[in-house]
């Protein structure tokens, strides 16, 4: 075995395990503000010198190492605060610390980290993916009496999570367990796939005929027009500001969004960097918002005194020129679907939609990309082009037709179509 390397200054020992790896230690801050002895891992003894050099950095700028007593509870509450945190939007945090606190912890919390394996995450999702949550949460009961209408009363609405929602809770959990390997806290992350993914079918060219027809005396017309021919995200719509719209020039440049972070409605930033974007304005979405100005300069009238938009420039506010409830745009645009006559999807669906009837018309990835903001096209090939079973058909027919041969392929040396050569 090689002879252990000694740090100088007692500031750590790095030596040469019976297994062959490299194991290097020492005293660092850990959550409950003491400093205990720890240890990270290498093939090499360079691997093992750089991780204690990163955990000795990480405890003098005050940042906790995990301990192997914690809990699945205590884990996710540091992993969250000293790491997520840093890392993740505001949205985003929040909406990890509501799933953290009210599907993981609620489910095996105390059970130890080190303990957690693959068939314990397995069987969380699938029965969280079939759990009434308004029972498992006990919403119903936390309703004032008089307000009292499903579970309370022994009357399970079956509001089970979304597919979206358990996927979420998987994505979580593996980059915290990710981290903890990183810790050497885990010997390795517990291997789990993401299953399958829900099937978007987004909504056919005649069915957004029949929406935007029914859409032209809504309120919100101009935000469907959006939503459908540019794909703008919910909170890029209700984010939208006059001064980022050029109506002239037929131009629109999205640089924020609108969403409910913490129980309050915020500004924030776009999703990523590509989603601050230009876009060309279709003469149809120029004509809906001018519609949708003159609407709002009605409003601002009848508002009087009483309209509070001063300031903000929102193109999409109510009566009194508050910002719109993002959750209030989803129950519109259900109000309007039955209304249409059109299948039951998703706002965001709309956006599925763009992406798919630019694709059918035969816009390229590298543009779809681009209208949509998405971060890489990667994510614009592997999600939102989709290819409807006509198109199939279209396209098999055309193969069809090469091999039958039509009579003017200049290739055919039999010069007949569909008279086959002999050989």
Excluded at 63 to 84: C, H
Excluded at 136 to 151: F, M, V
Excluded at 213 to 220: C, K, P, S
Aim: net charge positive; hydrophobic share 35%; proline share 3%.
């Amino acid at each position: 075995m090689a002879k252990p390397k000694k740090n100088a200054n007692n500031e750590g020992t790095i030596y040469q395990r019976k297994d062959g790896r490299w194991e290097g230690s020492a005293y660092v801050l850990t959550t409950d503000g003491t400093y205990k002895r720890r240890s990270v891992y290498g093939k090499t003894w360079d691997e093992a010198h750089e991780k204690l050099t990163k955990l000795k950095a990480d405890s003098l700028n005050g940042l906790p190492v995990a301990t192997s007593k914690m809990t699945i509870a205590e884990y996710l509450a540091y992993w969250l605060t000293n790491v997520a945190k840093g890392k993740v939007r505001r949205t985003t945090y929040v909406n990890y610390e509501s799933l953290v606190r009210n599907y993981v912890t609620t489910e095996f919390g105390k059970k130890k980290l080190v303990r957690l394996t693959a068939r314990d995450i397995r069987a969380f999702l699938a029965k969280t993916a079939v759990t009434c949550q308004c029972c498992a949460q006990g919403k119903d009961r936390k309703r004032p009496e008089h307000k009292r209408r499903c579970c309370a009363l022994r009357k399970c609405c079956k509001k089970l999570p979304s597919d979206r929602t358990v996927r979420f809770l998987l994505v979580i959990l593996r980059a915290a367990l990710q981290h903890a390997v990183r810790e050497d806290e885990l010997p390795r992350n517990v291997e789990l796939s993401m299953g399958t993914k829900r099937e978007i079918e987004p909504l056919t060219a005649k069915e957004v005929r029949q929406l935007l027809t029914a859409a032209r005396d809504n309120r919100l017309w101009a935000a469907y027009e959006l939503a459908v021919r540019i794909g703008l995200r919910r909170g890029e719509l209700l984010g939208l500001r006059w001064s980022d719209v050029d109506l002239h020039e037929g131009v629109l440049t999205v640089r924020q969004a609108l969403q409910r972070v913490g129980g309050e409605l915020l500004i924030v930033a776009p999703k990523t960097q590509r989603s601050a974007r230009r876009v060309a304005l279709p003469a149809e979405c120029v004509t809906a918002l001018r519609a949708q100005r003159a609407q709002q300069i009605a409003d601002r009238k009848g508002a009087g005194d009483t309209w509070k938009g001063t300031g903000q420039g929102l193109v999409f506010t109510t009566k009194n020129g508050t910002p719109i409830e993002p959750r209030n745009l989803n129950r519109s645009f259900e109000v309007l679907s039955v209304r249409a006559g059109v299948r039951r999807v998703r706002f965001h669906d709309l956006r599925h939609t763009c992406a798919s009837l630019l694709h059918e018309q035969g816009a390229d990835a590298r543009m779809i990309m681009e209208v949509l903001g998405h971060s890489s096209i990667r994510v614009t090939m592997d999600i939102y082009t989709f290819v409807r079973l006509d198109s199939q058909r279209s396209a098999f027919d055309r193969v069809g037709d090469a091999l039958r041969g039509d009579g003017n392929d200049p290739d055919d040396d039999d010069g007949a179509a569909g008279v086959p050569v002999a050989v």
